[in-house]
C-alpha cells in the first residue's frame, strides 16, 4: 500500500539557519504530494503541493520539489523564523483520488 | 471560503459512555472525513464519504461508526469509547483545485 516516511525529529534550529525536512514516499501510479502544517493547538493547514513530477510547491518561503525518481518531497526553507516552530507533515493523494495518507509529523522548534 | 466545524473541541468521558463528536461544512462538499492524530503516528482515517449515504471505512475504523445523512454533517460515533480512543480527532473536507483536504480545529478527547 501507499506509505509516507518522513524524519521525526523534533528538529531544533536557531533562527535564520538552513532548514530541510526529509520526506520520501511509496505509491503505485503518479500520486500527489503535500506538505501541511499544524500550529500549536490549531489544526493542519495545508502548505504547499505538487501534482506532477518535477514540480515545485512554494508558500511562505518553503519549498519542495516532487522527484520521482527518488519518490522524494523534501521540504525546505533558507531562513527560519520563529514563526515557523511547528509540526510538518508530508502527506499523498493515490492517483484515483480516494486516498490521502500522511507521514508521521516532523515536529520543529525554532529558537531566538 | 470553506469552514469545517467540529463539536466539542474537548471533551473527557469514561469508558462505555456512548458520545458523538459532529463536523458540519457550510459550501456543499461532497467528499468528508475523519482522522485521529497520535504522536509517532501522524494522522490516520477512519471513515470518509463520498457524498450522502455513502461512507466507507478508512485505515482504523474499528471502534467507530459514522453517518452522513445530510451532506452538510458527518458526525462521528463511539458506541462505547475505550481508553485508546483517547486522541485528537479532525474532521476534514476536500476542497481546492487538487482535492486537497482542508481540516477542522479539532476535537481532543479523553476516555478515562
Known amino acids: 500500500g501507499n506509505s509516507v516516511t518522513q524524519m521525526e525529529g523534533p528538529v531544533t534550529l536557531s533562527e535564520e539557519a538552513f532548514l530541510t525536512i526529509n520526506c520520501t514516499y511509496t505509491?503505485?501510479?503518479?500520486?500527489?504530494l503535500f506538505w501541511y502544517v499544524q500550529y500549536p493547538g490549531e489544526g493542519l493547514q495545508l502548505l504547499l503541493k505538487?501534482?506532477?513530477?518535477?514540480d515545485k510547491g512554494s508558500n511562505k518561503g518553503f519549498e519542495a520539489t516532487y522527484r520521482k525518481e527518488t519518490t522524494s518531497f523534501h521540504l525546505e526553507k533558507g531562513s527560519v523564523q520563529v514563526s515557523d516552530s511547528a509540526v510538518y507533515f508530508c502527506?499523498?493523494?493515490?492517483?484515483?483520488?480516494?486516498?490521502?495518507?500522511f507521514g508521521p509529523g516532523t515536529r520543529l522548534s525554532v529558537l531566538p | 471560503e470553506a469552514q469545517v466545524t467540529q463539536n466539542p473541541r474537548y471533551l473527557i468521558t469514561v469508558t462505555g459512555k456512548k458520545l458523538t463528536v459532529t463536523c458540519s461544512q457550510n459550501?456543499?462538499?461532497?467528499?468528508m472525513s475523519w482522522y485521529r492524530q497520535d504522536p509517532g503516528l501522524g494522522l490516520r482515517q477512519i471513515y470518509y464519504?463520498?457524498?450522502?449515504?455513502?461512507?466507507d471505512k478508512g485505515d482504523v475504523p474499528e471502534g467507530y461508526k459514522v453517518s452522513r445523512k445530510e451532506k452538510r454533517n458527518f458526525p462521528l460515533i463511539l458506541e462505547s469509547p475505550s481508553p485508546n480512543q483517547t486522541s485528537l480527532y479532525f474532521c476534514?473536507?476536500?476542497?481546492?483545485?487538487?482535492?486537497?483536504?482542508?481540516f477542522g480545529p479539532g476535537t481532543r478527547l479523553t476516555v478515562l
Open positions: 505538487a501534482t506532477k513530477a518535477d
Open positions: 505509491a503505485t501510479g503518479y500520486p500527489s
Open positions: 459550501m456543499n462538499h461532497e467528499y
Open positions: 464519504s463520498m457524498n450522502v449515504e455513502v461512507t
Open positions: 502527506a499523498l493523494r493515490d492517483n484515483y483520488g480516494q486516498n490521502f495518507v
Open positions: 476534514a473536507i476536500r476542497t481546492g483545485a487538487h482535492n486537497e483536504q482542508f
